[in-house]
T-cell receptor, first 111, second 114 residues
Framework: GEDVEQSLFLSVREGDSSVINCTYTDSSSTYLYWYKQEPGAGLQLLTYIFSNMDMKQDQRLTVLLNKKDKHLSLRIADTQTGDSAIYFCAELSEAGNMLTFGGGTRLMVKP | DSGVTQTPKHLITATGQRVTLRCSPRSGDLSVYWYQQSLDQGLQFLIQYYNGEERAKGNILERFSAQQFPDLHSELNLSSLELGDSALYFC?????????????FGPGTRLTVT
């Protein structure tokens, strides 16, 4: 079955880069996503990558996909205190409907 | 603001009761998805509706049901509530075309069962 794993916690200093990692098991996933959840808020779609791509850059965000190892990462450049949140990776089912989420990585940015 | 709205924001009810959660998708989106976020199970897909018809089912209990109306808003009905049903319930929507699979989430409804 599908399973998405993330580390629980990451702490960085303001201005540094953050790298949040994720592994998934469903090799038939077509799209992989990163969502951000701030306290008391919903899930904000940050970025996503199609499975035939290796990298996608969007301003301060860089997504790397290693399909062979089923490894996805999100790099946030010049991390700010406003980036403190929980980050979820997710994979889209082959049927193109349901998202399977990881458990979330709590990013804490210290000033 | 994603454009997806959910009501109510908070709901407190007792065990054994029934509640209805409401979702309005983004303008133009035909698909609605329901997800449950709980401390022990994380974020789980419950069910998807596309243009009024059920399209996919996930880990949805038999006590739960959903529907999508002609105006595309959706309702999630939870009955015979148990303490373990306390969670954040999210609705998401997407255009659901061939080339886009972006799901945009609403702010959620926090359900507390006492």
């Amino acid at each position: 079955g599908e399973d998405v794993e993330q580390s629980l916690f990451l702490s960085v200093r303001e201005g540094d880069s953050s790298v949040i990692n994720c592994t998934y098991t469903d090799s038939s996933s077509t799209y992989l996503y990163w969502y951000k959840q701030e306290p008391g808020a919903g899930l904000q779609l940050l970025t996503y990558i199609f499975s035939n791509m290796d990298m996608k850059q969007d301003q301060r965000l860089t997504v790397l996909l290693n399909k062979k190892d089923k490894h996805l990462s999100l790099r946030i450049a010049d991390t700010q205190t406003g980036d403190s949140a929980i980050y979820f990776c997710a994979e889209l089912s082959e049927a193109g409907n349901m998202l399977t989420f990881g458990g979330g990585t709590r990013l804490m940015v210290k000033p | 603001d994603s454009g997806v709205t959910q009501t109510p924001k908070h709901l407190i009810t007792a065990t054994g009761q029934r509640v209805t959660l409401r979702c309005s998708p983004r303008s133009g989106d035909l698909s609605v998805y329901w997800y449950q976020q709980s401390l022990d199970q994380g974020l789980q897909f419950l069910i998807q509706y596309y243009n009024g018809e059920e399209r996919a089912k996930g880990n949805i209990l038999e006590r739960f049901s959903a529907q999508q109306f002609p105006d595309l808003h959706s309702e999630l009905n939870l009955s015979s509530l148990e303490l373990g049903d306390s969670a954040l319930y999210f609705c998401a929507s997407s255009v659901d075309t061939m080339n886009t699979y972006e799901q945009y989430f609403g702010p959620g409804t926090r359900l507390t069962v006492t």
